[in-house]
């Protein structure tokens, strides 16, 4: 979410550096001179930590140690963190384990993980490729350069306001389903009835299209970052947002061929909509539910039924997992102190 504020901040900052800037030259080279300091943190840990749980799923126990250290003069709720991770630190090190890496490659071999960055990846596409769509029937409304540049990043700072809102007090899948079955509806009826539809009707249909679409791509790539392991966590949210740019890329490429193929850009992107609606059921749930780190975690995630969630755990399986084994360390433990309890052990597990 910060993310996607921050991203509305820098687009509504754009046209104020391009009026100081003057010449388009100058303010490329404002921009990439931005960019440019931003990856000369990564030749800084000082300035750009890396993650402390992700070098704990990879094993990586002495860079584990030095960015803890780093980060102990930090109080509150996050000293509380540290404390917990140090923990862990501590109990991995006594095993003395080897850092143990993975690639994205390894995500192809998955199942659900696999099915996870796909759906959701495809919803991305969706969500950036059909904006043009909409914001076509806007123009002709908007008035001229600036203000229309601005009236456009509105409805965008709706969709952010509107999932910071919703998606922790209704759950992820079901405000990504909500907002993607709106997109579709929208969608149709401009497909369809434009022509027979009022100009008022048209033109909040269109506005409705922006807000949905835009909170599907940011729900999206927010989605899959708490759905994708921690090990793997960076490739695959690079392949989402990897779609998020392709689908981006269909609005100038529309915009250059003016109104020949438009009818077939919509009716493409209006059923991949319609397909999106059916693919988001098979997500998993993950408001209220820790993040997994293996692999074998994100294998073992469940799809919960979408009005009625359980208390603790998720209800239907997504797909059996294949080539990757069980991980049943966690069950055990608890069969152990159900047993101490004098409740009898829950039965053995049963596979997939």
Same mark, same amino acid.
């Given at each position: ?5 921050? @991203? ?9 550096? =391009? +009026?100081?800037?003057?010449d388009w030259r100058v303010l ?7 960019? $440019?300091?931003?990856?000369?943190? @990564? ?7 890396? &993650?402390? /749980? @992700? ?21 509150? /709720? ?11 630190? %501590? ?9 143990? *890496?993975?690639?994205?490659? %390894? ?6 993980? @696999?099915? !996870? =960055? ?5 919803? $991305? ?11 076509? !029937? ?9 203000? $229309? *540049? ?24 079901? +405000? ?27 033109? #909040? ?12 791509? #940011? ?7 708490? +759905? ?15 779609? !998020? ?31 999106? +609606?059916? &693919?988001? #059921? ?17 294998? &073992? ?26 991980? *049943?360390?966690?069950?055990?433990? &608890?069969?152990? /102190? ?6 009898g052990p829950a039965g053995p597990?049963? %596979?997939?």
């Amino acid at each position: 979410m910060i993310a996607g504020f921050s @991203w509305l901040a820098g687009e509504l900052l754009l046209p104020g550096l =391009a +009026v100081l800037c003057r010449d388009w030259r100058v303010l490329q080279g404002a921009v990439t001179a931005v960019l $440019a300091l931003l990856a000369a943190c @990564w030749w800084c840990p000082a300035l750009l930590l890396e &993650s402390p /749980r @992700w070098l704990l799923a990879t094993q990586q126990l002495d860079r584990a140690r030095r960015t803890l250290r780093a980060l102990a003069g930090s109080g509150g /709720r996050e000293a509380e963190e540290q404390s917990s991770t140090t923990a862990e630190l %501590e109990a991995l090190a006594e095993r003395c384990p080897q850092p143990h *890496y993975h690639t994205v490659c %390894e995500i192809f071999g998955t199942r659900v993980i @696999w099915k !996870n =960055a796909v759906i959701l990846g495809f919803t $991305a596409f969706i969500g950036s490729g059909i904006r043009h769509c909409f914001t076509r !029937n806007l123009a002709p409304h908007l008035p001229r350069f600036l203000p $229309a *540049y601005f009236a456009l990043r509105g409805p965008e700072a709706a969709a952010c306001l509107f999932l910071c809102v919703t998606a922790e007090r209704c759950g992820r899948r079901a +405000v990504l389903l909500l907002c993607t079955v709106l997109t579709g509806t929208a969608s149709l009826l401009l497909l369809a009835l434009t022509q027979y539809l009022l100009e008022l009707i048209v033109l #909040m249909l269109s506005v409705l299209g922006v807000t949905a679409s835009h909170a599907v791509t #940011m729900l999206s790539i927010f989605f899959a970052s708490e +759905v994708l392991p921690t090990v793997v966590r960076g490739a695959g949210l690079g392949l989402v947002v990897g779609a !998020n740019l392709v689908g981006s890329a269909a609005a100038p490429i529309a915009a250059v061929a003016s109104s020949r193929g438009f009818f077939l850009h919509h009716l493409v992107f209006a059923s991949f909509a319609i397909l999106a +609606v059916l &693919s988001i #059921m098979l997500l998993p749930e993950s408001q209220g539910r820790r993040l997994p780190h293996s692999l074998q975690e994100g294998e &073992s995630q469940r799809r919960p039924p979408l009005f009625r969630r359980p208390p603790r755990e998720d209800h239907l399986p997504l797909l059996a997992p294949r080539g990757i084994p069980h991980d *049943y360390s966690r069950i055990v433990p &608890s069969a152990q /102190r159900a047993l101490g309890s004098g409740r009898g052990p829950a039965g053995p597990p049963s %596979e997939t």
